[in-house]
């Protein structure tokens, strides 16, 4: 090869390894979206706000300066959706090209005392499908106990006197409840959890809803269709409910109807390095009015944590919770039943919850996910009940095959086949599993 050929080859071969040396994601993204996000007044920054480039193409965080800077692999009129807890979420549309300047986006805080409530479901128009919101306003307005009673909420939907004494279970597109597995009926989230109804062997209904205080309950959302294969298995919708999260004043509740009673305490703290959410719920339902001991109460307490650190430099959103439920049904109390009959039944429930949200900025990985979680529940039933008889009655207590001859339980309590006694007395009997 001559001196010229060489001296050719030369930078044309600097630049190949130049190129097999540069990052993917320099090559594959091009175009860089920046701003800042303030308050309303337009100079305080907001820290940790989630700046996501709909729908879902790449995600980041604001720093302390209330900067953020995305880069994405093609222009065009994109939207940018901008939140943060205790603060209104906007949608900021925005044109990206070579040359786009950065925007500035203004968060007005979340304001308690709204001008106008929307008292039914607003369907989502800017899902792929079809799903429903309620915010907390329409909540308030139907004075629901019970989330299953949302579904009054709903087109079609029809009012009913939210109680705990029913346990409502919520069905979407199955008439009036599920049978079967239910693990493939409507599914039920809290804050990103699966509700279970596998803490009574006999159960074929859908997952009960009695255990969520509805009062530390923000929104929640419909998804009455066939929802994304991220919510696994599952063929009539998902609902997800969504608690109060972000800093908030002290908020206590009071609310009463003809057959329930509850009160309620919340408080969302700002702990410097994270949001610390609480909230206390007793809610009482009684079967009547002429006799309010026969009744089914709550006692819930929730915690939720949600912080955001750094990971590899990249943005990395944590979050905790912590809820549980002790109360149940119980007619025990009530004197205008028969002397010591009764029925009681634990509805005792703990759930926990870790996620984590790490956002890697890597061109073929826009955002990696971690879910854990556990559920216990105790449903035992106790029944006392009251039985008689004139005669005395064979009971079988054989485990052999064989012929028996009935003995009087008094000659021998353990005999396979004993002789009832004659008269009256009370049964106690126990169902349900923990």
């Known amino acids: 090869m001559s001196g010229a050929g060489k001296k050719m080859w030369v930078p044309l071969l600097a630049l190949m390894v130049e190129l097999m040396l540069c990052?993917?994601?320099?090559?594959?993204?091009?175009?860089?979206?920046s701003g800042v996000v303030t308050e309303a007044d337009g100079k305080t920054p907001i820290e940790f706000a989630s700046v996501e480039i709909e729908p879902g193409q790449q995600w980041g965080m604001t720093d302390s300066k209330g900067q953020f800077a995305l880069r994405v692999s093609h222009g065009g009129t994109m939207v940018l959706k901008i939140s943060c807890v205790g603060y209104e979420t906007v949608r900021?549309?925005?044109e990206v090209t070579a040359a786009t300047q950065p925007v500035h986006v203004a968060l007005a805080a979340?304001?308690?005392?709204?001008?106008?409530?929307?008292v039914t479901a607003r369907r989502k128009t800017e899902s792929a499908t079809t799903s429903?919101?309620?915010?907390?306003q329409a909540l308030d307005n139907q004075q629901i106990v019970n989330v299953s009673d949302m579904a009054t909420l709903l087109p079609g939907g029809k009012t009913v006197n939210s109680t705990l004494m029913t346990d409502t279970r919520l069905a979407l597109r199955a008439g009036e409840g599920e049978k079967g597995n239910a693990s493939f009926g409507t599914a039920i989230e809290v804050d990103g959890q699966r509700l279970q109804n596998n803490a009574d062997p006999g159960e074929t209904g859908g997952a009960s809803t009695r255990t969520i205080a509805s009062a530390s309950v923000a929104?929640?959302?419909v998804v009455p269709g066939i929802p994304s294969v991220e919510y696994g298995d599952l063929s009539n919708g998902i609902v997800k409910v969504n608690t109060k999260q972000g800093h908030t004043p002290w908020e206590i509740t009071l609310a009463t109807n003809p057959h329930t009673k509850q009160v309620a305490v919340s408080k969302g703290l700002d702990l410097g390095r994270g949001m610390l959410n609480a909230s206390l719920e007793h809610t009482r339902s009684y079967s009547s009015l002429a006799s309010p001991h026969t009744a089914y109460q709550r006692n819930t307490l929730g915690l939720v944590y949600r912080t955001t650190a750094s990971l590899a430099g990249r943005p990395l959103v944590l979050g905790v919770n912590v809820n549980g439920n002790a109360g149940g049904y119980n007619s025990k109390a009530d004197p205008d039943q028969?002397?010591?009959?009764?029925t009681r039944t634990r509805d005792l429930v703990l759930r926990g919850a870790v996620n984590a949200d790490w956002n890697p900025g890597a061109a073929w990985l826009s955002s990696l996910s971690v879910h854990a979680d556990f559920s216990l529940a105790d449903k035992r039933r106790t029944t006392q009940s009251n039985d008689n008889s004139s005669s005395a009655q064979p009971q079988i207590h054989a485990q052999e095959e064989g012929y028996f001859i009935a003995t009087e339980y008094d000659e021998n309590p353990a005999a396979p086949i004993i002789l009832g006694p004659t008269g009256y007395w009370y049964v106690k009997s126990f169902i349900g599993v923990r």
């Open 110 to 118: 979340t304001n308690l005392l709204l001008d106008q409530v929307v």
């Open 338 to 342: 028969f002397v010591d009959t009764y």
């Open 92 to 94: 900021h549309p925005v």
């Open 23 to 33: 990052p993917v994601e320099a090559l594959a993204l091009s175009y860089v979206v």
């Open 219 to 221: 929104s929640i959302e």
């Open 132 to 136: 429903y919101l309620i915010d907390r």
